[in-house]
């Protein structure tokens, strides 16, 4: 399929999705706040592991078994959104990681095209989401600048709130970017009323690049934003459905398509070949009196992957990429979670007690063009734990995690966790 005729079905999809809106809105986000709101979330985490930081070490066993510690802030976002009038919203996210040192990178074309970094931002800063929304009603609106990027439920729902356990669901994370944020335009809304509504969104948005796919996380590291401006020679779309027809029940479905990220490499005349991209996902949530579960599949689809990692081994030691190699043609995930709540049996005003368990396959060498898997990318694991929730928008985690590598054959990894979160919305008028 042609670029131009993808833009074209894009377009009229897009279309398409604008004539079905209705008039008569239900509520929705839009209508929870009056003018203005400013919030946040944030997340502080501390893991003790029984493994090395190298699990390909060149050894047959895996991973060492050396035991170390970690702690720090993986996330702290602060967010607000403002209406003006009764149809235009302006949304904006700021996310600080780690408060580490920042760095931007600059192609210097006039020294061979070398990679050249510049300290220009102190501490890990980045703009999440930054865009201007106009709203026609809660069935259609469109919205263009900084969003993120609608693909699998870790994506969609990716407030630590919204999972079990100290981290984000490793199987999704390790394909695909989190938090996944791009610049483009995106329509939204919900079909039907709300007991049973089918909520879509539908985005054009810069695609992935080529330079940051790598054997070790696929796609993880091949988000737009490492240059102050984003390739966008080959754009990308995206689209998620989620239907709420029953109580309690939200089913999910997304599909990302890029007809060619090696368009959007950072030197393009190096890629002599097209590398379509094409990722899907279904997903499950459930909640009710007792139980909280959620489900996952996910796969991604590279095209010419053996010339791309020809092409990606020899990029320059200077470079931000990994380039380890092969990449994989096919990555998978799968897994589910699921907790018993305990609120029930407690008759204070609130208090959310949540014992959960949770199994997790991702593989980002399930399948390799002309090459041999590596299986210590071949990951099974489970984790059990338990949520703690004192207030509703305030969550105190513990878990335990096993990591079996290569169906056995390397060495396991253990971690215990502890951590604590929280996602509120400080102001509201």
């Known amino acids: 399929m042609t670029y131009k005729r993808m833009t074209l079905i894009a377009s009229a999809c897009l279309l398409a999705t604008a004539a079905m809106a209705q008039w008569n809105a239900d509520s929705t986000e839009y209508d929870s706040f009056a003018h203005l709101r400013v919030g946040g979330y944030g997340e502080t985490v501390?893991?003790?592991?029984?493994?090395?930081?190298?699990?390909?070490?060149?050894?047959?066993e895996g991973n060492s078994r050396l035991k170390r510690n970690t702690i720090g802030i993986p996330r702290m976002v602060l967010a607000g959104d403002v209406k003006w009038g009764s149809h235009f919203r302006?949304?904006?996210?700021?996310?600080?990681?780690?408060?580490?040192?920042?760095?931007?990178?600059?192609l210097e074309n006039t020294e061979n095209g070398e990679y050249e970094v510049e300290m220009e931002k102190g501490g890990e800063v980045a703009i999440e989401q930054f865009h201007l929304t106009y709203h026609l009603n809660?069935?259609?609106?469109?919205?263009?600048?900084?969003?993120?990027?609608?693909?699998?439920?870790?994506?969609?729902?990716?407030?630590?709130?919204?999972?079990?356990?100290?981290?984000?669901?490793?199987?999704?994370?390790?394909?695909?970017p989190s938090t996944w944020h791009e610049t483009g335009l995106q329509v939204s809304g919900q079909l039907g009323r709300r007991w049973a509504s089918l909520h879509y969104k539908a985005m054009v948005t810069a695609g992935l690049n080529a330079n940051g796919f790598n054997r070790n996380q696929w796609a993880a590291n091949a988000g737009q934003g490492l240059f102050e401006g984003d390739n966008f020679t080959c754009p990308a779309y995206a689209t998620r459905w989620e239907y709420t027809g029953v109580p309690g029940l939200r089913l999910g479905a997304s599909a990302y398509y890029c007809p060619n990220v090696a368009a959007n490499s950072d030197k393009p005349d190096t890629y002599h070949f097209r590398a379509p991209v094409f990722i899907w996902n279904v997903d499950a949530q459930y909640r009710c009196r007792w139980v909280e579960a959620r489900a996952n599949i996910m796969q991604g689809h590279l095209s010419n992957s053996?010339?791309?990692?020809?092409?990606?081994?020899?990029?320059?030691?200077?470079?931000?990429y990994s380039r380890t190699t092969p990449i994989a043609s096919l990555a998978v995930c799968y897994g589910g979670e699921a907790g018993f709540r305990l609120s029930p049996l407690f008759h204070r005003r609130y208090t959310d007690l949540t014992p959960f368990v949770r199994y997790e396959y991702h593989n980002t060498q399930q399948e390799v063009r002309n090459a041999t898997p590596d299986d210590r990318l071949q990951t099974s694991q489970w984790t059990v734990g338990i949520n703690y929730k004192p207030l509703p928008f305030l969550v105190v985690k513990a878990d335990y995690t096993n990591r079996r590598i290569g169906g056995g054959k390397y060495?396991?990894?253990?971690?215990?966790?502890?951590?604590v979160a929280f996602v509120n919305w400080f102001y509201k008028k």
């Open 46 to 60: 501390a893991n003790f592991k029984n493994y090395g930081i190298n699990r390909f070490n060149g050894t047959s």
């Open 90 to 106: 302006l949304g904006m996210e700021v996310e600080f990681e780690y408060g580490g040192t920042g760095q931007v990178y600059e």
């Open 138 to 176: 809660n069935h259609f609106e469109v919205s263009v600048g900084h969003m993120i990027v609608p693909v699998g439920l870790t994506n969609s729902h990716h407030e630590p709130i919204n999972f079990f356990g100290t981290v984000r669901p490793e199987g999704e994370t390790s394909l695909l």
């Open 306 to 320: 053996d010339l791309l990692s020809a092409k990606n081994a020899l990029l320059s030691n200077k470079s931000p």
């Open 411 to 419: 060495n396991n990894e253990n971690e215990f966790a502890i951590g």
